[in-house]
């Protein structure tokens, strides 16, 4: 340094106040006082796996994807194949719809679940002496035994069929769920150190000899048995169990169906079975009683198959199916109109005047709806339809449980995978107590994330989730401050790795009107892992602070600080003035103000 | 490294060079384009600064003296009715002893409307204060602007840093752009003697009673009669670093000149192509640069016009009801000369409103004020239409 060194001779003279500002309470002018409090997103409430979305959302945004990956196993093991064949209601409650497009949750799911299945299983460690014994290894067999394991105990699940995965092998299509993925999420929990024994039928009274050798038995048997129609001539050949011929083709022994289809019904089933048959060569007309917007399949499936060129008949519904010469069979249909809502809420599909009018097929698909396998239950743990449980999945029969599409759940991937977190915490609970250990209290919807599915964070008390001063109620978009937001389109799924395109998702169609035939290859490519943290940065974090900091900065008293040592922030009250600025500028909903202790 | 840029884009790289740590700005024109290069630097990461965006000029000033008092090297720039609309901040920072530095491009104040360059926004907030250097190039803008905060943060008070709209602001001349490393060894960290500090809360600009409010006001004084010595040394700092040298006061062939001009800002470069060209026939003429109005450099100026004969002041500004405010002002820093040794003064109002000074301009005025036996009036006004 040269002269003149920038130095003082005296301090300049300012108006300072010798002495701290401490000593002015200014807090004691306030009459309301902010609480700093965490919420709950709409997502994680409306997730029936009970996924901690906003958190795992945050943590990616932060780079932190190690962690966002744990985040997600604790609730879900595998988001692999929830990314791909998840409903995803978490996206028909995010705010973020409200402005602009949702978070695409599934997409940035997927892309885990991928990272996740190219990575070696946790190691699951036995804590516990005791084994349980899984029935069924669907999504909810799959998910109470991983839990289980989790939770330290040895568990065996048992599976009738020749290879694991119960529905997700044997019902939903290669294009949704390729073989690879599933095989590879099998092997997973394999190598995790759960086992399987397939080719093993349970029937009842089996089960109650299992309670020999097992603490406890979760009985997950889905619902396998299609309903029939109950029209004349449906025991015609040229009729067929829609779930039949999915598992058909899934085992690789595809019937010989034809070029006319017709596919009775309007869910999941019916969709998978239209586009399923449009890939073997044929033309598959779907007829539905009521109206596209009473369907209850995915709504994207039905664009999906829409967008392929499938035909849909609504208002329309089968009367006889009448025998033609050869191969060849005339649907008879009555035309519907929709009447007074039913006890699902829907409008009744009640008979026209307009009389009927015939469809020629080769082939006729049901899937109307399948009828639980209750085998395995002793019969006082079963209605005649599906079994009977409580809260935490436990039947009438003591040391049994059950759960998935057996148990009167929501017929969904998800649904069942929560419902088999749910039994693997009543077993935890049963077995512990049994033990004379000490179980968290019974207040199940503590547990639940705001009247949504049970967080296994929550029951264990191990939320790797800092939350402060967490109340259990959803944040809606109301209380978004949305002035510190930015509009920015939702992610659009990529051709390839290196390609990020933001086309709508074209894929089957467009192969198919490129004049190329429909194949099993996977319809959606799914996102870049770039454009899943670029999609995971759109959450908003609704009700949950992420520092941001808005809150410190803006504060006019300096009473917000950063926490020593944890994520979050203090308020001193002692110089709070109870101006709201903080609560009303925090982007989240994450700061209210309250009159308590006042 | 030399690169051809605006004069707007000098004042943003010097800001970066000094490693300013707080930005906060108000866009208008024709400054807008010295914030906006800042934000992208702070956006890309260029340059590790905080940047703020406000609603007001008013609240730029008061960000800046939030982030100044809290230690750190802070800035704005602004024009005209930015600037004016800045007022009471720019005494709060003065009487504060921040080290702020602003760059103010000056444009014309309204009604009527009018973006191009004249004095009178940076002359009316004279007495608020804040230092003032006057720039003639996109050279001197820049090396200006780093010198500025080593002038601040040297006697603690602020620096306005002051340019011409458009034939500074948006006109690109070659600039040598000095390296980081010189220009850390120039200007070392800001050491700030009182502290914001949240951990140790104190009142800074409280309530002062009359029995110590004259002190901190003769303070401010003293610290802008040091900061006319610190100039200097600075200066000359930067010269050995860089072989550049923008003085408070420059003589240009003013030894034996019989009649001097007395410009600032870009009129200057102008005046100097008419001094050689009348020098190149014999002509005794010469010129000194104003760059510093305040503090201003009195004694400089009675030593440099000692003898002289007469002298023709060029304002781009006027103070109504008065006349030129460079002219108001020398004629009161002579006042106290020798009558023997005191030049006759002319002091001309001219360009306002950006109106062109052109060669021709400036070689009437020094014909008249040659043939005049006095001055006709105090502010003379040329080239007003009737």
Redesign the interface.
């Known amino acids: 340094?040269?002269?003149?060194a920038?130095?003082?001779d005296s301090?300049?003279?300012?108006?300072?106040?010798?002495?701290?500002?401490?000593a002015n309470r200014t807090g004691s002018w306030k009459y309301i006082r902010p609480r700093y409090q965490d919420g709950v997103a709409p997502c994680n409430a409306r997730c029936p796996t009970g996924v901690d979305v906003e958190g795992y959302m945050n943590l990616l945004r932060e780079g932190r994807i190690a962690d966002a990956l744990d985040l997600v196993l604790r609730e879900n093991p595998m988001p692999a194949i929830t990314g791909r064949v998840c409903h995803h209601p978490c996206e028909l409650a995010c705010n973020r719809a409200q402005y602009d497009d949702p978070v695409a949750v599934h997409l940035v799911e997927r892309e885990m679940g991928d990272r996740v299945l190219s990575m070696p299983p946790p190691v699951l460690r036995r804590t516990h002496t005791e084994k349980v014994a899984v029935v069924g290894s669907g999504p909810a067999g799959l998910a109470c035994a991983y839990h289980l394991a989790r939770l330290g105990y040895g568990v065996t699940v048992f599976e009738e069929a020749a290879k694991a995965g119960g529905m997700l092998r044997q019902g939903i299509p290669d294009y949704r769920l390729p073989r690879d993925i599933l095989d590879r999420q099998i092997r997973w929990f394999s190598d995790a150190g759960i086992e399987f024994r397939c080719n093993t039928r349970i029937a009842g009274e089996y089960a109650d000899k299992l309670l020999r050798d097992y603490a406890a038995v979760f009985v997950a048997t889905g619902a396998h048995r299609s309903r029939p129609l109950g029209v004349t001539g449906e025991d015609s050949p040229r009729v067929m169990a829609g779930l039949d011929f999915l598992k058909a083709v899934n085992r690789g022994e595809a019937p010989e169906i034809g070029r006319r289809v017709v596919v009775v019904g309007g869910g999941n089933t019916a969709i998978d079975c239209a586009r399923t048959a449009l890939r073997l060569g044929a033309t598959p007309v779907v007829l539905y009683r009521r109206t596209r917007q009473e369907m209850p399949a995915i709504a994207a499936e039905v664009d999906e198959a829409m967008r392929e060129g499938i035909a849909f008949e609504f208002l329309a519904a089968p009367r006889a199916v009448h025998h033609l010469q050869g191969r060849q069979a005339g649907v008879e249909c009555e035309r519907m109109v929709l009447g007074e809502p039913d006890a699902s809420g829907r409008r009744r599909p009640v008979p026209s005047n307009a009389g009927t009018f015939s469809i020629l097929a080769e082939t006729v698909l049901t899937a109307i709806g399948e009828e639980p396998g209750l085998e395995a239950l002793p019969l006082h743990a079963a209605a005649p339809d599906q079994a009977l449980i409580d809260e935490l999945g436990a039947t009438p029969a003591a040391g049994i449980w059950a759960g998935g599409d057996a148990a009167g759940i929501e017929r969904t991937v998800s649904d069942a995978l929560g419902s088999g977190k749910v039994a693997a915490i009543g077993i935890d609970r049963a077995i512990r107590t049994r033990n004379g250990e000490e179980v968290p209290p019974n207040d199940i919807a503590e547990l639940r994330w705001s009247g949504g599915n049970i967080s296994m964070s929550r029951w264990r008390g191990d939320d790797p989730v800092q939350r402060h001063g967490a109340t259990n109620e959803v944040v809606g978009f109301d209380r978004l401050n949305t002035a510190h937001f930015v509009h920015v389109t939702r992610q659009r799924e990529a051709r390839d790795a290196d390609h990020v395109t933001v086309e709508p998702v074209g894929t089957a169609f467009e192969r198919a009107t490129d004049g190329t035939a429909f194949d099993f290859g996977e319809v959606n490519p799914g996102l870049t892992a770039m454009q899943a943290l670029e999609e995971a940065r759109r959450c908003l974090n609704c009700g949950v602070c992420n520092q941001c900091e808005l809150c410190l900065i803006l504060c006019p008293d300096?009473a917000i600080?950063r926490q020593e040592g944890g994520t979050g922030f203090d308020i001193d009250l002692n110089y709070c003035k109870g101006c709201g600025v903080c609560a009303m500028e925090c982007p989240r909903g994450a700061i209210v103000m309250t009159r308590e202790g006042l | 490294m030399k690169k051809v840029i605006v004069g707007n884009h000098a004042v943003s790289l010097g800001v970066k060079l000094a490693r300013c740590e707080v930005i906060s700005a108000y866009p208008i024109t024709p400054q807008t384009q010295v914030v906006e290069m800042l934000s992208e630097m702070c956006a890309s990461g260029e340059l590790n600064a905080r940047y703020i965006k406000v609603e007001s000029e008013h609240s730029a000033m008061a960000a800046c003296v939030g982030a100044s008092a809290a230690g750190v090297r802070a800035f704005t720039a602004s024009s005209s009715h930015g600037l004016v609309y800045m007022h009471e901040m720019l005494h709060w920072a003065a009487?504060?002893?921040l080290p702020i530095v602003m760059a103010n491009v000056n444009r014309a104040l309204g009604p009527g409307w009018n973006i191009w360059v004249d004095q009178s926004d940076s002359l009316s907030q004279r007495d608020t204060g804040w230092i003032q250097l006057y720039c003639e190039t996109n050279q001197e803008v820049l090396d200006t602007t780093i010198q500025a905060f080593?002038l601040a943060?040297?006697v603690?008070l602020p620096v306005m840093v002051v340019l011409d709209a458009f034939y500074l602001s948006h006109t690109a001349e070659p600039v040598d752009i000095p390296d980081q490393a010189l220009v850390d060894?120039f200007l070392?960290q800001r050491?700030a003697?009182?502290k914001l500090d949240?951990a140790?809360?104190?009142?800074?600009?409280?309530?002062?009673r009359p029995e110590d409010y004259t002190?901190?006001r003769h303070?401010q004084q003293l610290?802008m009669a040091r900061a006319m010595?610190?100039f200097d040394?600075?200066e000359q700092?930067w010269a050995?670093l860089t072989g550049r040298s923008w003085p408070a006061l420059e003589a240009y062939h003013a030894d034996d000149a019989d009649l001097l001009l007395l410009t600032s800002g870009t009129i200057t470069s102008t005046a100097r192509d008419v001094i050689d060209e009348r020098r190149a026939a014999g002509d005794r003429i010469g010129l000194l640069k104003m760059k510093m109005f305040r503090p201003f450099p009195t004694a400089a100026l009675r030593t440099a016009l000692r003898g002289v004969r007469r002298v023709a002041v060029l304002d781009r500004n006027v103070s109504p009801g008065h006349g030129g405010i460079f002219a108001e002002e020398i004629r009161s820093a002579l006042y106290d000369m020798p009558l023997d040794d005191r030049p006759m003064l002319f002091g001309y109002v001219l360009g306002l409103g950006g109106r062109d000074v052109t060669p021709a301009v400036i070689n009437d005025i020094i014909d008249s004020t040659r043939t005049a036996v006095s001055p006709e009036r105090e502010d003379l006004w040329v080239g007003v239409k009737s």
Do not use: K, Q, W
Not at chain 1, 1 to 4: A, R
Not at chain 2, 200 to 208: E, M, N, Q, Y
């Open positions: 340094m040269s002269e003149p920038v130095t003082h301090p300049p003279r300012i108006s300072v106040s010798s002495t701290s500002t401490l300096v600080t | 009487g504060g002893r080593r943060e040297a603690d060894e070392p050491n003697t009182h949240t140790d809360p104190h009142a800074f600009g409280a309530l002062v002190e901190m303070d610290a010595t610190a040394a600075i700092d050995r």
